[in-house]
């Protein structure tokens, strides 16, 4: 299960980092300290890979699991801001979101972005990442079955 979830963590990361590192050099990317916008990313990651592993163990046959995939992936990006400025979204749509896990690391990364934010901005948003990361974890963790 740990290799599972590390492989899926650094399948993550590694074109996150990519993307991260190619906006610094070609684009002047600024996202506020560098090294607590990769805390984020790599928490985020961790979510969703542990959040991967669950569907996967929930669901057996591939084309489901591949079409929630992208059905939550669409939806979380959505929510949290990803694809618009989450203020300029009704109130009871920015209150929804707050279930995306997208929500807490863009707000985390607007935090660092906009306002220079230290980990004091970003605590709350980094832990919320980090305990959604346990709790998934955790529960891929009972669901988690090897199938042939």
């Known amino acids: 299960f740990r290799a599972k979830l590390n492989a ?3 399948m993550s990361l590694l074109p996150a980092l990519m993307l991260f590192v190619v906006g610094k050099i070609f684009f002047k990317l600024n996202l506020g300290s560098v090294p607590l916008a990769l805390l984020v990313i790599a928490v985020f990651a961790l979510a969703m890979a542990a959040l991967s592993l669950f569907v996967g163990s929930l669901i057996s046959k591939e084309d489901t699991i591949i079409g929630l995939s992208v059905l939550l ?3 979380f990006a959505a929510l949290g801001g990803c694809w618009w400025p989450s203020e300029i979204v009704p109130p009871a749509v920015r209150a929804a979101a707050r279930i995306s896990p997208a929500y807490w690391a863009m707000d985390a990364l607007h935090k660092l972005t ?9 605590a709350a948003q980094v832990g919320v990442l980090a305990a959604l990361a346990v709790v998934l974890t955790a529960v891929a963790g009972k669901t988690f079955r090897i199938r042939e």
């Open 114 to 122: 906009f306002f220079q934010g230290g980990f004091a901005e970003i």
């Open 8 to 10: 899926r963590w650094i």
């Open 73 to 75: 992936a669409n939806l």
